[in-house]
């Protein structure tokens, strides 16, 4: 089964992607920051998702930071990051990071679940 | 401080010193040719009364002739007659003397008169009393001294009475033309001190005309340098001030504006997370249909559907707002034309089978790529066949039409619905307008999705346009540019080529 990672700090839009995502039959593990978005990916050691999914702005730790981290120790596992971006030059930056797709909010729930079965398909 | 009178003080001054000048020059030149007038009016009397005087010398002398040798043999010289004669004489002497007072050549000749008339009176006439006949070598040579000093005093009167009418004529022409440069001079002293007056008017006014102009020109930090006499320099000020003030207002409205983008932008940002939400899970209900009922199914669509259109509102709202603010940006990357219509084709096509429209899909064969944001362009598709969609009635056709057009694609949307009026096209593209008619009264939407289509086409440096005319249906064109290094238009399988139709 696909394993999701998502991190999001909106509780409702957490529960949601959750609840939708599972649906779609994918395994879904959340976080509602980057500080434990972090964590979880550490309890998950080598049994680690598929793709992740990442809010950029969350408080603690912001998914660009968790993306920078998480492409710091190497890892070349897909990261989506769920991007408001008012500021224009942020997708850009993003992309530099390492990030592999970047999804404007609010998503289109067709995009979404497209861009998550593309990856996972390419990751496999 | 620096002096700076008013205009009217400048200008009371200027004539005030015009007019002391012209007076001054006047006065000068009328007393000076009327003091030349008299001068001369009294040189002529003098000489005239020394041309008398000089007669009665004259006289004197042939008296005293006639007294020391009378014509007549039977009259004899006579002592007394030579004396009354010599007393007249020095009586015109002395008369003479005091007219040539002035002149010493006149009185050298009067005194050569005198001392000749008394040498001969010594040397001549007292011997002739005397009965003694003086040499007549002696006589004729003093009898001719006294007649050429006499003839030399009446010709130097003479000389110098034309001397003194010359003299006048020269002074009184000289005197005219003095008062005619000092005129000239007043009259040009004005025309300097005018010309002044309006020198220092000109460039401060030059700079106010500029700075006016520049000002309406939409230059709102205008100032002009205050200068030039006191109401001209109160009118600079004020222009200033009126300048401030503009400045002012401008400022005040770039940040009222700038607050009204920033609460938009806000406001629909913040709108857009909790839609999401609403609509996400409603769309998960009518996506388990089976655990409800057919009238919780019906409410679960209804959300999921309004919380649709929420989300679109929004959406257009926050474009808008970033487009006002100048953050509308879009990522354009090389596009193939035909699975873009296609997308939103199949995306539309729904809609069109709902109003039972019948809608085409075309894509010119071969047509190069495009430089364009996939989605934004997929956007302003879906807003025009919207539209389109929208404000034709039941069974109408609506085409979607690519094509290539010089170095450009063309897209254009057209139906055969009511179509729109000149008035109408002029606004189409104004946001919050809609078309006004009674068959569009049930029409819905926020009258943004044009204006947006228009802002997106014009960040791809591309033109929107739209044609029609009532009754005839409506297009609704625009053209972007082919991608430079776009790929030819082969990769499509041929099979896919021809967009499918739907009743």
Redesign the interface.
């Known amino acids: 089964m696909t394993r999701l990672l998502v991190a999001d700090d909106?509780e409702?839009?957490l529960l949601?992607?959750e609840?939708?995502l599972e649906?779609e039959g994918y395994e879904v593990v959340t976080a509602r920051d980057g500080v434990e978005a972090l964590d979880r990916l550490q309890e998950l050691g080598s049994q680690g998702p598929d793709v992740i999914l990442l809010d950029a702005m969350m408080p603690n730790k912001s998914g660009t930071e968790v993306l920078e981290e998480i492409r710091g120790k190497g890892s070349d596992v897909p990261i989506v990051m769920i991007s408001?971006h008012?500021d224009?030059q942020e997708?850009e930056r993003m992309r530099k990071l390492g990030a592999t797709d970047i999804i404007p909010?609010?998503?289109e729930?067709e995009d979404l679940i497209g861009k998550i079965e593309e990856l996972a398909h390419d990751g496999a | 401080m620096r002096v700076n009178p008013s205009l009217t003080a400048r200008l009371r001054i200027g004539f005030l010193v015009l007019f002391a000048l012209l007076l001054i020059v006047s006065l000068l030149g009328v007393g000076r040719l009327f003091q030349i007038r008299v001068n001369y009016e009294d040189d002529i009397t003098r000489y005239f009364q020394l041309e008398l005087q000089s007669e009665r010398l004259r006289s004197g002398f042939i008296l005293e002739q006639a007294a020391a040798r009378p014509a007549t043999a039977h009259q004899k010289p006579s002592q007394g007659e030579l004396d009354a004669a010599a007393a007249s004489f020095t009586n015109a002497a002395g008369e003479a003397r005091k007219l040539t007072e002035n002149d010493t050549e006149l009185t050298q000749k009067l005194n050569r008169l005198v001392i000749s008339q008394t040498a001969w009176r010594k040397a001549v006439a007292q011997p002739l009393i005397h009965e003694e006949v003086p040499p007549a070598r002696v006589e004729s040579k003093l009898t001719s001294a006294v007649t050429n000093s006499g003839q030399a005093l009446a010709s130097g009167t003479s000389a110098a009475r034309a001397a003194a009418r010359e003299d006048a004529r020269t002074e009184t022409r000289n005197t005219t033309i003095l008062v005619a440069a000092g005129l000239g001079g007043a009259l040009l002293a004005a025309l300097i001190l005018f010309s002044g007056l309006i020198n220092s008017m000109r460039a401060p006014l030059g700079r106010l005309v500029e700075g006016a102009r520049r000002l309406a020109g939409g230059d709102l930090r205008t100032r002009v340098e205050v200068g030039g006499p006191v109401e001209i320099a109160s009118l600079g000020r004020a222009f200033n001030e009126m300048a401030n003030s503009l400045e002012r207002d401008a400022r005040e409205r770039d940040r009222v504006e700038q607050m009204k983008d920033d609460f938009v932008l806000t406001v629909s940002h913040e709108l857009r997370t909790p839609v999401t939400v609403v609509k996400g899970f409603a769309e998960m209900l009518t996506a388990q249909r089976k655990g409800l009922n057919s009238r919780q199914y019906e409410a679960a669509e209804v959300i999921a559907e309004s919380a649709g259109q929420l989300q679109k509102m929004i959406n257009d709202l926050l474009d808008l707002a970033r487009s006002d603010a100048g953050k509308l940006r879009i990522e354009p990357e090389i596009t193939a034309v035909r699975p873009l219509a296609q997308r939103i084709g199949r995306q539309m096509r729904p809609h069109f089978e709902g109003k039972e429209q019948q809608f085409t899909v075309s894509v010119e064969k071969d047509l190069p790529d495009i430089e364009a944001d996939a989605g934004r362009i997929g956007q302003v598709l879906a807003n025009l066949l919207t539209n389109a969609n929208k404000y034709s009635p039941e069974g109408s056709q609506v085409r979607l039409a690519a094509t290539q057009v010089g170095d450009e694609v063309e897209f254009a949307v057209s139906d055969n619905g009511p179509g729109l009026d000149e008035e109408q096209l002029e606004h189409v593209f104004d946001r919050f307008w809609r078309a006004d008619s009674s068959e569009s009264q049930s029409v819905g939407g926020t009258g943004l999705g044009l204006a947006i289509a228009k802002s997106l086409v014009e960040l791809h440096g591309g033109a929107i346009s739209a044609n029609s005319s009532p009754g005839e249906g409506a297009t609704f064109r625009f053209v972007l540019p082919i991608a430079k290094d776009g790929r030819p238009k082969r990769k499509e399988p041929s099979s896919r080529t021809k967009a499918g139709a739907a009743s």
């Open positions: 909106s409702t839009v949601m992607l609840r939708r649906m408001a008012l224009a997708p909010k609010p998503f729930w």
